[in-house]
């Protein structure tokens, strides 16, 4: 960066609070399109530095700097998707979105949490239903101009006309893009129980886990659920889905056998009650669920140590 972009000395930027308070609709946009706080935090980091790359009298002729910003933004992380696919494609085992602690959670096993101080950046994510877990890993589905004409326009609200200048396509392109996208998010949906009947069952998930009731899990779990876990060949997790309520429920029996001293803990995890599993007092596990009729048909567990930095306690 050079000083002729920066604020002149002494001399108040008018346009600095407006350009960062676009921080947060950033990283938000760019959470729901990467999956990846860690990475979404650099897609911002990035866009910045192109705003400041520039002279004053280019960023002054910019007539709508939030525009400008959601649309380097934007490209940045569809360039991020195209070359995610080819590096998930080495990735060890299972790629699951990273997941989301809730701001009071993050806030208080931070550093000044308990006076309140803001925590960057997961206190800017919004909680709603396009992180829930589920969401997520449909998006993962989708082609990147798909993710992003859909997260655009469906989730942001931007007509297909700003759209289009992002995914360098027509705006007939985009909603068709849109379109495809809804698709894949209508054939995946399942019904959404109330939070409190969602934690009720988690609990009773919690309770038998701990007491290696088998036959209590089994009873908590689909017949036709699946549990995928993500290490990315950092630490130990099964490398493909587990299928089947009961072999789940025996695979999850077999672990806490295997980890003496293992604590679990009842929080949400993307907006939705999940489990925590800490060791020795740091998080190791952070498991997301899908439900469907009081009954558990997705676990996604993440045991990768770069996407659990978070809920580091």
Known sequence: MTTRS???????????SAIMSERRQLINLAYRLLGSLAEAEDAVQETYVRWYAMSRQQQEAIESPGAWLTKVAGRICLDLLGSARARRENYVGEWIPEPLPDRTEWMNGRPGGDRGEPADPADRITLDESVDMAFLVVLESMTPAERVAFIL???????????????GRTPAACRQLASSARRRIRAAAAPVAPTTRQACVIRDFKHAWEAKDIAALVGLLDPDATMIADGGGRVGAVLRPVAGGERIARYISEIGGKAPGLTLLERSANGRPGLVAQHGGVTVTVAAFGLADDRITRIWAVRNPEKLRPWTM
């Open 6 to 16: 920066e604020p002149e000395i002494g001399r108040p930027d008018a346009s600095l």
């Open 153 to 167: 326009h469906d989730v942001f609200r931007y007509p297909f006309t700003e759209v289009a200048a992002i995914v």
